[in-house]
Antibody, heavy 115, light 112 residues
């Protein structure tokens, strides 16, 4: 059974770079697209972007200038980097398998942007 | 970008009664070549990640109770809970995957 687990710092300073990793277990990262989604406290879901195992990517236009998603098939992981963060980037960040609809999600990791 | 708008923002339904949530996309999410609507529905309970309920607008994910059903085509879609149970209290989101991905703002379902 495929499972996803997000990891990374829970606190990031303003203007710095947020870095998260999603580890895929119970299955191969090869095949499928893999997405990052975030949810600010008390608010709705926002899709950040996805990556195919081959490395091709697509990003939310509103975040595209600050976001990079990469994949490491040898580790069965994919990662998110978001630059120049502000308090508005405080959210729970989820990774998910994305074979069209998002069928398997990680539990999410809370990232707070604060000095 | 395709914008998704849900209505209502919240609704309260008596146990055993029907709950209906609407979702409208700013452009069609029906792909003409395969006649599939690229539309999914999710359920999110507090402190949990979203759970996929419906994909291709009307196909239930494995294990989802049959009281959940999806309908619609093109730009207008509906999620129906035929007989609301206490465990269905949650926020429900629609999402299009026709062009990248976009979520609706969510609809909170409560017990009346």
């Amino acid at each position: 059974q495929v499972q996803l687990q997000e990891s990374g710092p829970g606190l990031v300073k303003p203007s710095e770079t947020l870095s998260l990793t999603c580890t895929v277990s119970g299955g191969s990262i090869s095949s499928y697209y893999w997405s990052w989604i975030r949810q600010p406290p008390g608010k709705g879901l926002e899709w950040i972007g996805y990556i195919y195992y081959s490395g091709s990517t697509n990003y939310n236009p509103s975040l595209k200038s600050r976001v990079t998603i990469s994949v490491d098939t040898s580790k069965n992981q994919f990662s998110l980097k978001m630059t120049s963060v502000t308090a508005a980037d405080t959210a729970v960040y989820y990774c998910a398998r994305d074979p069209n609809a998002l069928d398997i999600w990680g539990q999410g990791t809370m990232v707070t942007v604060s000095s | 970008d395709i914008a998704m708008t849900q209505s209502p923002d919240s609704l309260a339904v008596s146990l055993g009664e029907r709950a209906t949530i609407n979702c409208k996309s700013s452009q069609s999410v029906l792909y003409s070549s395969n006649k599939k609507n690229y539309l999914a529905w999710y359920q999110q309970k507090p402190g949990q990640p979203p759970k996929l309920l419906i994909y291709w607008a009307s196909t239930r994910e494995s294990g989802v109770p049959d009281r959940f059903s999806g309908s619609g085509s093109g730009t207008d879609f509906t999620l129906t809970i035929s007989s609301l149970q206490a465990e269905d209290v949650a926020v429900y989101y629609c999402q299009q995957y026709y062009s990248t991905r976009t979520f609706g703002q969510g609809t909170k379902v409560e017990i009346k």
